[in-house]
């Protein structure tokens, strides 16, 4: 079992930046590959980033290729996104999601795909 606790959400001007963290509980984080989801009001669920378990793999949605970074630090079971030249557009709820242990990131991108979630934090974005 997974918990994933996210955390560095808030307000931020057009131009910005924020650096969302998740923390996971359990010993078992560094075999996890993880993702970023995030959910706009009135709009389905949407992938942005994934990484693999050691880090060396990571997978970006089109709309945030160039200007989001996903990262990991294992020992410290976190995983971050490191989100600049923020948008109105990317104002969302954003979501750390955990896959099975050993899993492979694969393309990263499908949410069925995840079995832990965080509950999520809160990114707006104003111009």
């Known amino acids: 079992q997974v918990t994933l606790v996210e955390s560095g959400g808030g307000l931020v001007q057009a131009g910005g930046s924020l650096r969302l963290s998740c923390a996971a509980s359990g010993r078992t984080f560094s075999r996890h590959p993880m993702g970023w989801f995030r959910q706009a009001p009135g709009k389905e669920r949407e992938f942005v980033a994934a990484?693999?378990?050691?880090?060396?793999?990571?997978k970006y949605a089109d709309s945030v290729k160039g200007r989001f970074t996903i990262s990991r630090d294992n020992a410290k079971n976190t995983v971050y996104l490191q989100m600049n030249s923020l948008n109105t557009e990317d104002t969302a709820v954003y979501y750390c999601a955990a896959k099975k242990q050993y899993e492979s990131v694969g393309a990263g991108g499908k949410a069925d795909e995840y079995t832990y979630w965080g509950q999520g934090t809160q990114v707006t974005v104003s111009s």
């Open positions: 990484i693999g378990s050691s880090g060396l793999t990571t």
